[in-house]
């Protein structure tokens, strides 16, 4: 069972930065990344990667604004988000999982408890 615990959330205006943080208990599972929920919208994928390096995902809302890295010796996954926007505002998960696609809630099995970023005007 591997355990996700996020942080580095909070409140920031339109065009400012944050870091959001994963710890993971383990690195056992192929691929960690990031989902974001807003109110009354759907969990939707936000970036991914595999522990390996060898990939990077991003959704394309976030292309050139977001990036995520992977500390492997930290067992930790970042997310520097600059240039953030009103409708970044959601809370944000960190989720792990081995399955396919990588874009799909489906293909994580573990889930952390979520950190709000919210964005003002």
């Not at 990077?56 to 995520?68: E, M, N, P, Q």
């Not at 809630?105 to 408890?113: I, L, S």
Request: charged share 15%; hydrophobic share 35%.
């Amino acid at each position: 069972q591997v355990q996700l615990v996020e942080s580095g959330g909070g409140l920031v205006h339109a065009g400012g930065s944050l870091r959001l943080s994963c710890a993971a208990s383990e690195r056992t599972t192929w691929v960690i990344g990031w989902f974001r929920q807003a109110p009354g919208k759907e969990r939707e994928f936000v970036a991914t990667l595999t522990w390996n390096g060898g990939s990077l995902y991003y959704a394309d809302s976030v292309k050139g604004r977001f990036t995520i890295s992977a500390d492997n010796a930290k067992n930790t996954v970042y997310l520097q988000m600059n240039s953030l926007k009103p409708e970044d505002t959601a809370v944000y998960y960190c989720a792990a999982g081995s399955s396919t696609p990588y874009y799909s809630t489906e293909a994580y099995n573990y889930w952390g408890q979520g950190t709000q970023v919210t964005v003002s005007s």
